[in-house]
């Protein structure tokens, strides 16, 4: 007995290495440059990823963190297989989730990564609404409709404006990265407006004549995710051990930024070499409307609404569907 037990725990030993070997030995997770990707620097920080990895079973991983500037380049690049994981906001996830949907190179969201609110800032004071813009006015975003930034004020115009209103600010909007958006607005020319995140929105907000114009929570009636994380079912299915690894060093490092402020704070700084101080990053993220949760929230609101005008063609959708079964028993919306 003692010898068949033995048998049988060599042979589930050398199945699990047989399974971590057939694992990728590298990947590549990509996000973007502002406070929502904190998790994912923390990850990267304290080399999270690797030692759950490891304990897994699978050695030596290696793990390269890369940053884009967009939706559009993040799908870009996982589509094309340079990256495993993609980080950024709700609406080019759900795009490449229907585009992709039933096909052997489906994607998923894995993870939500906070809610936290997006601000549109303007230097003029005359603008004290939506409404106030005009065809002199320029308004940076990511990206020129696909962002979340851009769907967030399709959702706005058509509030203010009316149904059928959503595309009446559009032709103000140009594309520009968020630091590139914060000089624009600053120097004080052509950008009169900028949709932006945090830690931009509110290095802007120090400089005087500067004052928010929207707040995405008074589009969204609430709370909801800004970030999310995506990857493809082929991946997840090929390596398991991997995806696994990922999740749960994502809830450790959203355990770090909610129980060690401090040290989420020291980490952000460090790595991320913009203008912002300790101070202004530990104001943002102990901000009551700020939270680290991988709990996916309003998710439902983009959906409906991108659906409604034709952006998505699959109805019916839930914010289940667009993510990956691990989230499932989450209070998500």
């Known amino acids: 007995m003692l010898l068949r037990n033995l048998a049988i725990t060599a042979a589930i030993t050398l199945a699990g290495a047989t399974i971590a070997q057939a694992e990728m030995a590298e990947i590549t997770i990509a996000r973007q440059p502002s406070l929502g990707h904190l998790p994912l620097m923390i990850m990267e920080d304290r080399g999270l990823l690797q030692a759950r990895a490891a304990e897994l079973g699978i050695e030596g991983l290696k793990v390269n963190f890369a940053t884009l500037a967009g939706g559009a380049a993040m799908n870009d690049a996982l589509l094309s297989n340079s990256v495993q994981f993609a980080a950024g906001g709700v609406p080019p996830l759900l795009i490449l989730r229907e585009r992709t949907d039933g096909t052997s190179a489906e ?65 103000f909007t140009i594309t520009m990265s968020h630091p590139d958006g914060m000089a624009a607005l600053m120097a004080g020319h052509e950008v009169t407006g900028h949709f932006t995140a945090s830690p931009i929105q509110d290095l802007e907000l120090q400089n005087e004549g500067v004052h928010t114009v929207l707040n995405s929570y008074d589009v969204l009636g609430g709370p909801a995710t800004f970030n999310v994380i995506w990857a493809s079912s082929r991946f997840k299915d090929e390596n398991p051990l991997i995806y696994r690894a990922f999740v749960e060093s994502l809830e450790d490092a959203i355990g770090v930024i909610n129980s060690d402020t401090d040290a989420a704070v020291d980490t952000y700084v460090r790595l991320s070499g913009d203008a912002s101080t300790p101070e202004l990053v530990r104001q943002i993220i102990t901000d009551p409307q700020v939270t680290y949760t991988t709990t996916p929230n309003n998710i439902g609101k983009y959906l409906d609404f991108m659906t409604h005008i034709g952006t998505l063609k699959l109805e019916g959708a839930t914010w289940q569907d667009v993510f990956f079964e691990n989230v499932h028993d989450k209070d998500g919306s």
Do not use: C, W
Request: hydrophobic share 45%; net charge negative.
């Open 107 to 171: 994607v998923k969201g894995v993870s939500s990564m906070n809610s936290m609110p997006l601000l549109l800032n303007s230097n003029k004071e005359e603008i004290q609404s939506i409404t106030d813009f005009s065809s002199a006015d320029k308004i940076a975003l990511p990206a020129v409709k696909v962002s979340i930034q851009a769907i967030l004020l399709q959702m706005a115009a058509e509030k203010e404006f009316g149904e059928g209103e959503r595309d009446r600010l559009d032709a």
